[in-house]
């Protein structure tokens, strides 16, 4: 079974992505028309391909994104004006009318993505790292009343931003405190 959920709103668009997918052999994982659904599904099967228009029911591409964030990657396809609207680090986007060459490409290509993911674990942090990033949460959770899910998002943000390691953004912060 692949790992593929199809969410449209518009019943149309949804017989048409399941015809295509269909004379190429795939068989989605599940037919969505809200988001909820979508939610659902993804959840059931762990992680997915969602292929979604624009606008479900309930809620859009983005909000759906966000939500799916970690646990799906979404290939929307719809009108350029309203791809405009999309954002989602987890969102690529196909403008309609869409080219079957160019649809199965960004497909294969996701697929690939998901299954590397999902073959290679994510790598473990050494013992003094995670040390390390534990001393510089706490300080930050003491001196800047921070929760300890802030405190990790401040040391994910900053290290991203200066183009750091997470190790080296704690130690930054625990020199800074000393």
Do not use: W
């Not at 649809?103 to 294969?108: C, E, I, P, S």
């Not at 993505?113 to 290679?120: G, I, S, T």
């Not at 390390?132 to 300080?139: D, P, T, V, Y």
């Amino acid at each position: 079974m692949d790992r593929i959920v199809v969410a449209f709103a518009n019943e149309e668009a949804q017989r048409r992505i399941l015809c295509l997918l269909a004379d190429r052999g795939y068989a989605p994982a599940a037919c969505c028309a809200a988001g909820a659904e979508v939610l659902r599904a993804v959840r059931k099967l762990g992680s997915a391909i969602v292929v979604c228009g624009f606008k479900l029911r309930d809620m859009t591409a983005s909000d759906l994104a966000a939500d799916l964030l970690g646990s799906a990657v979404l290939l929307v396809v719809a009108s350029p004006v309203h791809l405009d609207f999309c954002q989602g680090e987890n969102l690529h986007k196909l403008p309609s009318p869409i080219h079957r060459s160019d649809f199965f490409a960004t497909l294969d290509l996701l697929r690939q993505f998901e299954e590397q993911k999902l073959r290679r674990p994510p790598p473990k942090r050494r013992e003094e790292d995670q040390h390390l990033i534990q001393k510089a949460k706490e300080l930050l959770m003491d001196l800047n009343r921070m929760t300890e899910a802030e405190a990790h998002r401040f040391l994910q943000k900053r290290s991203m931003d200066a183009g750091l390691k997470m190790t080296e953004t704690a130690q930054i912060i625990i020199d800074s405190y000393r």
